[in-house]
């Protein structure tokens, strides 16, 4: 189908889409851990719409956004302040997991409302395994402050730093925990404290992203060394140059149909 008149062709609109994607300053897969963050973002957020412990939920879902906007804006401006941002979040969401694992699914703000009953009932291994997102998320908020004060610490000629390969792992222990969690919430069917089946399914989908998000990590722990920062400057330096030559190209034809229409 011929697009319409009113619409740019398919070759502006590859070209813009180019352009775009070159002027990022950052690593690719900066970009594509931020699509991983926003989607959990909006599987958080569709747990708050449902109303399914909103208490915590929301606040979660609040610190994934600022993930996200801080990976898209490392992608684009290779900013470093971006990982302070991502540090804080995380450190807040292990905060967040400490009152879930401690208190259960009650308001962070109403101390006397804490329900320690969690601990000596059917809830016990959730409380543990809120406990255990507490480490994963200080690990991961500690990993990202030492790679700020610390950008080039293991960094060699074939990988990038070594808090890149290190938070692939961490990252990767929020794998079992989510599935753990998916498997044991049906087993609390007929309880007083059983769950919505949308639960599981939303831990079970943010599992597979993790498992996107720790691939990500190690990818760019391996193509983050100088050498592939050499060649992606060469890269840059010569699409540039193409680019430069295509537009000088261009301005002599639009010159010589000029001067044919005036003659």
Known sequence: VEPRDSMLPWGTWRRVS???FAHAWGHPQLQV???????KTCLTTLLCI???DVEHRLWIAICQSICATSLFVQWWLA???MFLWR???????????????ICGRVSIFDPEACDFAGWHDERQI???LNACFVVHWILAATSLLLQFLFPLRG????VGNEQLWYRARIRALSVPL??????????LHGTPFQRSMLEPVINFLSAAVNCVVVWSLQRQWRTSGILDAVEAAAAAEAEDTATELEETSTSAALSLELEDEKV
């Open 178 to 187: 989510q599935i753990s969690m998916g498997c044991l919430k049906p087993k």
């Open 79 to 81: 900013s470093p302040t």
């Open 50 to 52: 449902s109303e399914i």
């Open 33 to 39: 851990r931020g699509w991983c963050v926003s989607f």
């Open 87 to 101: 540090s804080g979040a995380n450190f807040a969401k292990a905060f967040i997991f400490l009152h879930l694992s």
């Open 126 to 128: 959730f409380r543990i």
């Open 155 to 158: 960094v060699t000629h074939h």
């Open 18 to 20: 180019d352009a775009w």
